[in-house]
C-alpha cells in the first residue's frame, strides 16, 4: 500500500509550499502565490525550450516565422514571461533580472512586500546545441515596499527568504529552499504538475568531481592552480578527481549538489571578479549548498555575507561539499599568510 499511497498521496510543490506555510502562521499565503507565479514562468520556459529546437528547425527561433514577425530570442521571452508572471501576482515590488540594466519597480497599486532577482534562462547560449539550461532566482522580503528601493535587494545572501532554481534538461527540475532544508521537485508533464522526487537533498560531505573551466587556467590565482593541480596530481596518493563541465551554471550546480564535489567560477587576471552575477546566480546556489550542508566560498568570505553594491556585481566562487570547499578556503588562507 505504501507504494500506492506514494502514486495518489502526490506531494506537489504547491502542497509542499502550504505545508511550510503552515510553519508560519503569521503569513498570509503571499510566499505561497509568490512561489505559484514563479513555477508557472518555469513551466512556461520549460515548454518552450523544449520545443526550441524544433521551432529552429522550422526556422521560428530566431528569424522571422512564418506570421513574417521577429521571432524573440528564448532568453528575452523567458525575461517577459517571468516579469509579467511576478508582477501580476501583487507580491513583488522590486525585481532585477539578468536581462533589465535596470531594477524594475513595480506599479504602486500592484505590490507586494518581496523583491525577487532571477535570470530568466541562465545558460541560453547553448539551448541551440540541446545542453540543460535554467531559470535562478533568489527572494528577499522589501522594508516596506511603499517605500521599495534599491537597498532592498542590495544585501548579502543570507538575508534571502528562499532560493532555487529551474533546469530545462531531459526532465525538468525544480530545486527549492525556503530555509528549512533544499527539496527537489520534477515536472510530470501529463499532470503539469512539479512532483516532490528530491525529498531534503544533502550534498555529500565530500565530492570525486572538480568543475572549471581549465581554458582560463593560465589566468589563475595561486590558491586556484594549487586546488586544480591538487585535484589532477594528488600528493596523498588518493585518486584524482574527475572534471566534469557542462558551461551551464544550474547543469553543474545540480550535478554537484545531487553527486558531491566542486563548482568553481574564480576570479583571473582578465576578470578579478570572476564571471557570475551575485544576486542571481551566486547568491541563489551559495543558499542552496549550505541549506544541503555544503558551502561557498569568493575567495576571500563566505559567499552569503557577501554585501553587494551594484544590482549586476560579479563575485568569484566556489561552491560545493563541504570538506572540498573547505580545502580552497585554507589555500587562499595560507596566500593571506604568506
Ligand atoms: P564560461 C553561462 O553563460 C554562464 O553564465 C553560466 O551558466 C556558466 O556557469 C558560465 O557562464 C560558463 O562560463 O566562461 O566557462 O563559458
Known sequence: HAA???????MTITRYVLNEQSRHPESRGDFSILLSHIVLGCKFVCSAVNKAGLAKLIGLAG????????????????????????VSSGRTCILVSEEDEEATFVDPTLRGRYCVVFDPLDGSSNIDCGVSIGTIFGIYMAQDKD?????????????????????????CA?????????NGFTLDPSLGEFILTHPDIKIPKKGKIYSVNEGNAKNWD??????????????????????????SMVADVHRTLLYGGI?????????PNGKLRVLYEVFPMSFLMEQAGGQAFTGKERALD?????????????????????????????????
Do not use: W
Open 222 to 247: 595561486g590558491p586556484t592552480e594549487k586546488y586544480v593541480e591538487k585535484c589532477k596530481f594528488p600528493k596523498d596518493g588518493s585518486p584524482s578527481k574527475s572534471l566534469r563541465y557542462v558551461g
Open 63 to 86: 528569424e522571422t516565422n512564418i506570421q513574417g514577425e521577429e521571432q524573440k530570442k528564448l532568453d528575452v521571452l523567458s525575461n517577459e514571461v517571468f516579469v509579467k508572471a511576478l
Open 263 to 271: 563548482f568553481l567560477y574564480p576570479a583571473d587576471k582578465k576578470s
Open 4 to 10: 500506492d499511497a506514494h502514486r495518489t498521496d502526490l
Open 306 to 338: 557577501l554585501v553587494p553594491s551594484k544590482i549586476h556585481e560579479r563575485s568569484p566562487i566556489f561552491l560545493g561539499s563541504y570538506d572540498d570547499v573547505e580545502e580552497i578556503k585554507a589555500l587562499y588562507a595560507d596566500e593571506i599568510k604568506a
Open 174 to 182: 525544480f530545486v527549492l529552499s525556503t530555509g528549512n532544508g533544499v
Open 147 to 171: 517605500k521599495a528601493s534599491l537597498d532592498d535587494v542590495l544585501q548579502p545572501g543570507k538575508n534571502m527568504l528562499a532560493a532555487g532554481y529551474c533546469m530545462y534538461g531531459s526532465s
